[in-house]
């Protein structure tokens, strides 16, 4: 069982950065095993990929409309997944969720390679 806490959300004007950050802790999971990934669901919306890192940090996804304005990273010696956002856009605004994939698994864009999620953080981005 594996706990993941996000935290870094806020509200912030367009154009703004903000880093998101994703916490996991669980009595079995070693975090370096796991792709993580962060996902959003702007309101009346469906649940997103946002951005996702393989569990060796090898390789990195991203959906179209965030390449180029946020970058995913794993700190594996703090258990932690960042996610630094820039020039941000209204459209951003979501509640965003930390997830994490399948042990050593090689599968790691799509919602459904991922199985644990956190309770989501509010960003919000006024124009």
């Known amino acids: 069982q594996v706990q993941l806490v996000e935290s870094g959300g806020g509200l912030v004007q367009a154009g703004d950065s903000l880093r998101l950050s994703c916490t996991a802790s669980?009595?079995?999971?070693?975090?370096?095993?796991?792709?993580m990934g962060w996902f959003r669901q702007p309101p009346g919306k469906e649940r997103e990929v946002v951005a996702t890192?393989?569990?060796?940090?090898?390789?990195?996804y991203y959906t179209d409309s965030v390449k180029g304005r946020f970058t995913i990273s794993r700190d594996n010696a703090k258990n932690t997944v960042y996610l630094q956002m820039g020039s941000l856009k209204p459209e951003d605004t979501a509640v965003y969720f930390c997830?994490?994939?399948?042990?050593?698994?090689?599968?790691?864009?799509?919602?459904?390679?991922?199985?644990?999620w956190g309770q989501g953080t509010q960003v919000t981005v006024s124009s």
């Open positions: 997830a994490a994939g399948r042990r050593y698994s090689p599968s790691y864009i799509h919602r459904s390679d991922f199985e644990s």
């Open positions: 669980g009595h079995t999971f070693t975090f370096s095993n796991y792709p």
């Open positions: 890192i393989t569990w060796s940090s090898g390789y990195t």
